[in-house]
């Protein structure tokens, strides 16, 4: 066998190890976890929350859960399109696993839960609304204003905040914190690819 027949029959290889790779990640539910960090930045928070809330920051794509003594958990996340995005107080009514979807624009259609699906693999439902706090299939987008007005989260992300948070918990919608209120200005959020 020749040189250049064995090279491509390695790179034929790692194609296959690479697809059965992205299968086991999709059906384990790993799919659209993205480079998120492997956990949230704590930081410095000083706005006067309770403990256990939530805290977006639109304009900053950032999301705050307070962990207390001036701390709070820092995830990056996407917000809702122009003419979508919505300030207010609301609380956690719902929390679920692997959540089901209905698209707005189609409400008789209903996605099951599961990797493919746009809500990814948790969500935390806010107040009597659509709105959500949920991971997503399109890594992609964290970072921009995406979705019907919807926090998107990397599924990572999105899982290990589920774990810390409460139904009850109440949850804060702000255009921005000044910058004088968290341990310096937010790094810039890196777009992971799709």
């Not at 190890?17 to 480079?35: E, R, S």
């Amino acid at each position: 066998m020749s040189q250049q027949m064995a090279q491509r029959r390695m790179s034929d290889f790692g194609v296959v190890v690479a697809a059965v790779a992205a299968l086991l990640f999709a059906a384990f539910g790993l799919l659209g976890t993205g480079t998120a960090q492997a956990a949230p930045e704590t930081v410095n928070f000083q706005p006067n929350y309770p403990l256990g809330a939530i805290v977006i920051a639109n304009k900053e794509r950032r999301l705050y859960y307070v962990i207390g003594k001036g701390r709070a958990l820092r995830y990056p996340v996407a917000i809702g399109r122009p003419g979508t995005q919505w300030t207010g107080q609301l609380f956690v009514s719902t929390r679920a696993v692997n959540p089901s979807w209905t698209p707005p624009e189609n409400p008789g259609r209903t996605v099951p839960g599961g990797p493919g699906n746009p809500l990814g693999v948790r969500a935390l439902y806010l107040g009597w609304t659509n709105y959500r706090i949920h991971g997503t299939n399109a890594p992609g987008s964290i970072g921009s204003a995406a979705s019907h007005g919807c926090f998107r989260m990397l599924n990572a992300d999105v899982t290990h905040l589920y774990s810390k948070v409460s139904v009850g918990a109440p949850v804060y919608v702000v255009d921005t914190i000044p910058e004088e209120f968290v341990d310096g200005p937010p790094k810039p959020v890196k777009l992971v690819s799709r």
